[in-house]
């Protein structure tokens, strides 16, 4: 394994700029691109080496958790209507002097941007998208691109791999092991936007710097919680139950986030011990189970060249994606480098994965 990390180091990877100073997409990708492959043939080849019993590729027999891929439960006809919000007053959260209506807020169209001052000017496709088909890329992702769980963080990516990606969806190699509604509405971002507005939207995600907004609790018990707009929310006056093998990830304000405020973050409730044993798995591999992160991702896991940051993101986020790569949802071109990566992985791990990066300072 050690002779496996030096080689990683000592190839063109280690030489990338990080990722959030790595925007323009080029020559230095396309190196990039070529160093990957070479590591990807060689680490199959050290993985297959290493096979023993214990750590042998298991198939994958679980099915995608339902807390990593949230889907909200169909509305039924006959339910009675809640009373309906006025969708025209304004309203305010803390620490802004913004107002918007609640029509405003959920219209793909005019997403709320509570906190201009947090972010460079927003392009048009970013603040408003483009009728009728594309919704404003902030809407989703939030004008700060420290996104929600159902979709993903995009402050600080490489530009570049802003772009495949978008390119992987359209293309059809990124798909999901569920599709769940969120993942549809991207997919028809990736199809509907014009070549220019997604090079436009990387090259303005790809310059924010990525914030705290993850608050990792191990625990034993968490707050019942209901899948609602593709998130787990507390059942109000339900109580608790065992967490199980699950990782909750909800609001630490369901109010402020339900209005879009990208200035409210998010609590990680895992099982106890979970951060410990991530970490072994994350820094060493655990003998062969997995691969040391750090080699492709940088040594602060926040990402190097065109390889995304994985670190202090959404633990729902990096199961869904840990789950996509090994159950071959996941295809593009450089996904083929997470195949021996998580080959073997369990649920159980990779909520322990997940758990540890989420505690790193993006
Ligand atoms: C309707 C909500 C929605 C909108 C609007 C939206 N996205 Fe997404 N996006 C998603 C979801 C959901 C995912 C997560 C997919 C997954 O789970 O793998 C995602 C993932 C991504 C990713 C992958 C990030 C990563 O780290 O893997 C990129 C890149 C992306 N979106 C770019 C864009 C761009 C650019 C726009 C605007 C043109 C946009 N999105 C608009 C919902 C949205
Ligand atoms: C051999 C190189 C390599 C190693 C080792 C590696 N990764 Fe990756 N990882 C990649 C590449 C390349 C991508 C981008 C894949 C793509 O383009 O679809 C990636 C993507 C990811 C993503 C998706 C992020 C996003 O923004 O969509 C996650 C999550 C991830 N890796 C987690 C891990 C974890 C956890 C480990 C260690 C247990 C690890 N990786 C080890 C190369 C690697």
Known sequence: ?????????????????????????????????????AIGAFVASAAARNQTEKTKSQPMHQAPPYWAFVE????????????PADQDVLQHVPGSQGAFTLRQINDGFTPPDWHPDGHPPMPEIVAHGRRPDVWACGYCHLPNGQGRPENASLAGLPAAYIVQQVADFKNGLRK?????????????????ATPEEVKTAARYFSQLKPKPWIR???????????????????????GTEPIGQRIIETPENVERTELRDDASG?????????????K???????AGKTLPCAMCHGPDLRGQAN????????????????????????????????????????????????????TLHP
């Open 176 to 192: 999901s092991s569920k599709t769940t509604a969120p993942f549809s509405a991207m997919i028809t971002e990736a199809t509907k």
């Open 280 to 286: 072994a798995l994350v820094t060493t591999g655990d």
């Open 72 to 83: 909200d439960p169909p509305v039924h006809k006959s339910a009675a209507p809640s009373k």
């Open 307 to 358: 390889v995304p940051t994985i670190a202090g993101r959404s633990p729902s986020f990096i199961v869904r994606e840990l789950y996509d790569f090994r159950s071959g949802a996941r295809a593009g071109p450089d996904a083929q480098l997470m195949k021996p990566v998580t080959a073997k992985l369990t649920v159980e791990d990779m909520i322990w994965i997940a758990a540890y990066l989420a």
């Open 216 to 238: 990792v609790v191990e625990t034993k018990t968490v707050v019942k919680t209901q899948a609602k707009d593709w998130m787990l929310l507390p059942v109000a006056g339900a």
């Open 266 to 278: 998010f609590i990680a409730y895992v099982p106890v011990g979970s951060v410990e044993k991530g």
């Open 1 to 37: 394994m050690r002779k496996l990390a030096r080689a990683v180091r000592l190839s063109a990877i280690g030489q990338g700029t990080p990722a959030h100073r790595h925007n323009v997409p080029g020559r230095s990708a396309l190196r990039t691109a070529v160093a990957l492959a």
